[in-house]
């Protein structure tokens, strides 16, 4: 095995890829001396125009460092600090981002609730909204779903549609987590407004770094009157970016070229492969439907360690459990070949 398997390290995030030549494309394009800082120039307004012709439609579009940044700002532009936010139980928002959300809403408070593979039910969702209505309890305000979900399936438009319809009922406000959007959307194989706005999405956070960028994640406000003064709000938790024309950039390059698609496309694809060959396997139980680029499995406690110790690096504790296996934009075949044969093996050997 060549040198660079010496770091089994492939399949623990999307984000342990590289940048995709687009992105990498966009920042060369755009590095042509001196532009104006802080999103004043060409570039920003490029990306943005780029964005409204991707939604079909108009919307207000800013751009932060990360994912984090990205949730917290826009639910915080949502919500008052009296107010809750839904979300599952195992939402990137409530277990990954060490409170942030609550912390730039100044105390909103996230409240979880359940449903099928990774998705919040509307069910759950009224509960949570009608257990009470006293002063006493943190007024609902906010749902936040996450598209493509954490363990890797996929809201279709008429389930949006449901959880939309009880935020309208209940004066709530819808946004979505689309860290991975581009993957649902591949998966989907519909156009972006048909799962965004067009559900009732009031703010999208749109994912580029797990689709290949270097960094720079894109708030868009289709509901335009949340983003009054989102500027400031992005200014003071140190999210404006001085040379944002490399944000930017990045990003019209992925949009231009459609590279943000065949991306999604690619990692969706081999993740389908990682299941066509795991599924045939006995002592493997595929954990949910394999619907964007994530594969969850349930392997014997043995096999894990067998795993570890060849020095497999993978996440356990994402989502509900289980083993996690994320492909990207840049997985390779022969990549998904050597796990698989160590997988068997572990089944075998340990
Ligand atoms: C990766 C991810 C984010 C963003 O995380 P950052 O590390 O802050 O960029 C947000 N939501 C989900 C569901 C994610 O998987």
Redesign the pocket.
């Known amino acids: 095995m060549s040198e660079k398997y010496t770091k089994k390290i492939h399949f623990a995030?999307?984000?342990y890829s590289g940048v995709c030549p687009e992105a990498i494309d966009g920042i060369n394009k755009a590095n042509t001396g001196c532009d104006y800082p802080y999103g004043e120039d060409r570039w920003t307004e490029e990306a943005c125009d780029l964005f409204r012709e991707l939604f079909e439609t108009d919307c207000e579009v800013y751009f932060v460092?990360?994912?984090?940044?990205?949730?917290a700002l826009a639910l915080s532009s949502m919500c008052k600090s009296y107010h809750s936010i839904i979300c599952n139980e195992s939402?990137?928002?409530e277990t990954?981002?060490c409170g942030a959300p609550e912390f730039f809403s100044n105390g909103a408070k996230i409240l979880l609730g359940k449903g099928q593979d990774g998705k919040i039910s509307p069910g759950s969702t009224e509960e949570i909204i009608l257990r009470r209505s006293d002063i006493h309890y943190p007024k609902p305000k906010v749902l936040s779903i996450?598209q493509s979900?954490?363990v890797g399936t996929v809201y279709k438009p008429e389930e949006l549609v449901d959880l939309y319809k009880i935020t309208k009922k209940h004066d709530m406000g819808l946004h979505m987590?689309g860290?991975?959007l581009s993957n649902a959307i591949a998966s989907l194989g519909i156009s972006p407004k048909e799962i965004t706005w067009q559900c009732g999405v009031d703010v999208l956070?749109f994912?580029g770094?797990?689709n290949g960028l270097m960094y720079g994640?894109a708030v868009i406000f289709f509901n335009k009157d949340l983003a009054d003064e989102f500027d400031y709000h992005c200014k003071q938790c140190g999210q404006l970016a001085s040379k944002m024309r490399f944000i930017a950039a990045q990003w019209s390059g992925l949009l231009k070229t459609k590279a943000w698609l065949k991306n999604a496309r690619h990692a969706n694809q081999y993740a389908k492969e990682l299941e066509k060959k795991l599924n045939s396997i006995e002592e493997i139980k595929i954990m949910f439907p394999c619907e964007a680029n994530a594969l969850f499995i349930n392997l014997p406690s043995k096999s894990i360690e067998y795993l570890k110790n060849k020095g497999w690096h993978f996440y356990t504790f994402i989502g509900e459990g289980g083993v996690r296996l994320m492909c990207s934009w840049d997985t390779k075949t022969e990549e998904i070949n050597y796990i698989v044969e160590d997988i068997k093996n572990s089944i075998v050997k340990s």
Do not use: P
């Not at 460092?65 to 990205?70: C, D, F, L, R």
């Open positions: 995030s999307d984000n460092y990360n994912g984090t940044s990205a949730n939402a990137h928002i990954d981002e996450t979900t954490e987590d860290a991975r956070c994912g770094v797990k994640e």
